[in-house]
């Protein structure tokens, strides 16, 4: 069984950087495809970023640019770079994970794992 348990969440002024990980245990890493997915209250889940197992990356139009997702598989961690915040990206932000080593869609349909998020908070 995968658990992923993420951090770094916190509260930043707009403009400003944050750094989440998630790290996974329970499974062959670098068989997994994963992804950061984040839902503000009232909205539905949207897909921020995603990588495969070669580490090819896929970001959501509302945050390529200023997001950077990437892996150490030393140690087992998706980490996710945040940029040039805004208030629009306050959200509880979730790491995810797929069996299919080349998925891990922005969808989000299927995925095999998820943690139990951690809230960014962007203020102007």
């Known amino acids: 069984q995968v658990q992923l348990v993420e951090s770094g969440g916190g509260s930043v002024q707009a403009g400003g950087s944050l750094r989440l990980s998630c790290t996974a245990s329970g499974y062959t890493y670098t068989y997994l495809s994963m992804g950061w997915f984040r839902q503000a209250p009232g909205k539905e889940r949207e897909g921020v970023a995603r990588?495969?197992?070669?580490?090819?990356?896929t970001y959501s139009d509302s945050v390529k640019g200023r997001f950077l997702i990437f892996e150490d598989n030393a140690k087992k961690t998706l980490n996710l770079e945040m940029n040039s915040l805004k208030p629009d990206d306050t959200a509880m932000y979730y790491c995810a994970a797929d069996r299919n080593r080349w998925s891990c869609p922005l969808t989000g349909r299927n995925l095999d794992y998820w943690g139990q998020g951690t809230q960014v908070t962007v203020s102007s």
């Open positions: 990588i495969d197992s070669a580490g090819a990356t």
